[in-house]
C-alpha cells in the first residue's frame, strides 16, 4: 500500500513548503503555488481552504489514528502500554522516512510565524484532550487519563523535535520508545 | 515575612482581574483601572508597561523560583527528586492558598482571549527550556534534561488546573507530589 502517492494535494504540499522556505509564507500566494505545479487557483482551493492548511492538512487524521490506537489496544494493558501501541501505530503510519524532510521543513516554516505556531499548538492540546477522553473510555481515572494523555503528547512532541533534528536512522516510532524509557527511568518508583 | 502584602502593584492587580472578570479584558481601560483604587494613569505605568502585564508580572521571578530550586537540590540527588524539590520550593512560595482566587481568575481571562493564551504558552515555553538547562548544568544528558523539564512543565501545567477549579484542601505543591506518583505509577518500569 502506497503511504504517500503524490497526487494533486501532495504536490500542491511539496510545492508549497518549497516556496515559503524560499521565500517565506507571507510572500508566497496561492496562485503561484498552484501555477508551478501546472494547476489553477481554483484548484488549489478544492483541496485547501486557505493558505494556511497546507501545512495543516491531515492532522484530524492523525488525531484519529492516535484515538484509534488506544482503543485498538487490548483491554488489560497497561495505560503506559496502551499509549505505546497508540504512539507507535500512528507514527508508522503518519511519519515514515520519507515524510521527515518535509516535516522538517514544515516545523521550520511555522516555528517563524506566530499565528501558524498558535495553530499548531491549538493542535497539540486538542490531540492532548483526545487521548485523555479515550483513556477515560478504557476505565482510566480522569486525573490519571489527563496526566498521562498530556505526558505522552510531550513525548510526542519531543520525540518529533529529535527526529527531526537529525537523519540518523532512527524511526520516529524507536524515538519515542527509547523516551518512554527514560520517563520510566526519571519518574519511576524509588528503589 | 509576608508573601502577599497589598501594596499599589498588588492593588492595581486586584482592580484590574476585578475589572476584567465583570467587563472583559478588552473594554477596561488604564485609566480606570487606576482610578478604581485612587491611583493615576502615570502611576499604573510606573508598575505595569502595558493592561496585559497586569496578568503576567511576576513570572519571570516563579522561573527564577524553579530553577533556583533545581540548583538547589542536593548534589546526589535523582533527577525526579531534583524536580520535585524545585516544584514544591517554587509553588510553595509562589501560590499559597490566599492566592487561589486570584489564579483562578486570571487564567479564566487568559483563556478568553487568544493573545494572552498565546503569551501563556509561551511563558511556559520559556519555563521548560529553562528548566531543562539547569538540568544540564547538573549533568543530566540533554535528551533527558528536556524530557525530564517538559514533563516537569506538563506535571506543573495539569496539577495548576486541578489547584484552580477546586477549593479542597490539598495546596498546590500537594497536587504536584500525587500526581508525581501518579506519572511513576503509570510510566514505571514494568513489573
Known sequence: MVRWAPGSRERLQAAALEAFVERGFESVTVAEIAASVGLTERTFFR??????????????????????GIRDAPADASTADVLRHALRAATEWWFPEERRAFARARSGIIAQDPALLERELAKMRNLSAALGTALEERGVSPVRARLAAETATTVFHVAFGQWIATDDEKSLADIIDALLGELGDVFGPRS
Chains 1, 2 share one sequence.
Open 47 to 68: 483541496y485547501f481552504p486557505d493558505k494556511r492548511e497546507v501545512l495543516f492538512h491531515g492532522q484530524e487524521t492523525l488525531e484519529a489514528a492516535f484515538v484509534d
